[in-house]
């Protein structure tokens, strides 16, 4: 066996990458923010798959230096030519209007109003995705054709919003475990109708929690949906004395596209999820690799600032930023593959597997090698050849309760599932001891 080949997927895990793509279709149409109906309105749609609770933060409470904002509401935006013709159109693209922006309808000379529209002048038939949260001003967004196409002089502008004091809303989602120690999963929901950024996390994740149901843990896992930034330090705020509970924790962003799978490690950089994530993008070649932190990307900079430290990593396949389609119009439902999102999905379900089943065991016939023919354990681990031994020749030869089966798999540079495998079956044959 080759181990440096990821195991083929089964069939029912090809399905899961079409149900992860089909939930974020229906998740990428709505318009979502920091605050406002879009964001309970996903977490409504998540919830038909999982028992999701909302919870509604007051504007104003304060979160550590931060303060919940006015909530957002946007029903409509457009530019007008005068011949009654919309030449920008929100209902077209939600990308149109810059998130956040403060109502405004007036008249406006062509020139005033280029002051306030972005464009792509590289991509000329991209959209920009701009959001303006803590600096009250107004925009839109359009593709440099479209802007080149505007010959008037004035034009008739419409932000039909409002700003008024509301609700931060995040959702969350446990499934218990055997013990409180927990595994915490999480993944931005305030942006509008971008595929891989982050329809993409916000579905896949809510799939794998809906199949951990059935499934006993030892951890318990922890499912949080939260606005960029203010929902995660909300999230924080609210839950301080959970925070030295938390043994594990991946952000999830962008787990649909063909790049990577990169994987981010936390401030630590030695968390045994910073340690299990490096091993199994490793085995994922060409372009699975990790990278160190840094305190810049997702919701990994609030769980990782000095305050809190906590062993959470962020997940990815390309890294953001990176990728041409990163926060375009061109991050669209064709940009994400359910191959990809399915790849992405076990990759999370091995971290689990690791992080469940890691174990520091004991050879009890450490004196020579044990004979493995004569109790039939070639054949068990389903294999012949010089290669098919190694995993268990590894397990036995480490099994000295220092060495745990991730520090195997590390050490023998094979996958580790083949490495808990043959620690099941050493164990099943009385050869070993499971150790803690
Ligand atoms: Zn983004």
Known sequence: MDASVYPVPSVAA????DEIHALAAEIYPICRSITGAGVRETLRLLGRHIDLEQHAVPTGTRVFDWRIPREWTIRDAFIRSADGRRVLDFKASNLHVVNYSMPIRRYISTVDLKR???????????????????????????????????????????????????????????????????????????????????????????????????????????????????GSLAWLAANEERVPLVDHGLVVSCVGDAGGPTYKQSRRGNALIDRAMAHLVSHLPPNGKAIPFSPYGYDERQFCSPGFDMPVGLLQNSAFG???????????????????????????????????????????????????????????????????????????????????????????????????????????????????
């Open 14 to 17: 090809v399905r899961i990458g």
């Open 116 to 230: 306030h529209v972005f464009t792509l002048p590289d991509q000329p038939d991209l959209i920009p995705y701009r959001t303006s949260y803590y600096e009250p001003d107004w925009g839109f967004c359009m593709s440099q054709r479209a802007l080149d196409a505007m010959t008037d002089d004035t034009y008739e502008i419409c932000i039909d919003s409002e700003l008024a004091d509301g609700h931060l809303t995040y959702g969350e989602y446990v499934h218990a475990g055997e013990t409180e120690r927990e595994f915490l999963l999480t993944a931005h929901i305030c942006h509008p109708s971008l595929a891989n950024d982050n329809c993409s996390g916000l579905a896949l994740l809510t799939l794998l929690a809906r199949n951990l149901v059935a499934r006993r843990t030892r951890h318990t896992y922890r499912f949080l949906f939260a606005p960029g930034t203010i």
């Open 322 to 436: 990176t990728f041409p389609e990163y926060h375009t119009s061109a991050d669209d439902l064709d940009f994400i593959r359910p191959e990809h999102l399915e790849r992405s999905y076990r990759l999370i379900m091995d971290a689990i597997e690791i992080v469940e089943t890691d174990r520091r065991p004991v050879n009890l016939l450490p004196k020579g090698e044990p004979q493995l023919g004569r109790r039939g354990l070639y054949s068990k681990l389903g294999g012949s050849g010089p290669g098919a031994a190694m995993p268990m020749l590894w397990v036995l030869n480490l099994s000295d309760g220092a060495h745990s089966l991730l520090d195997m798999a590390e050490r023998s540079g094979l996958h580790y599932r083949l490495i808990l495998d043959a620690a099941d079956v050493l164990e099943a044959e009385g050869l070993l001891s499971s150790g803690e």
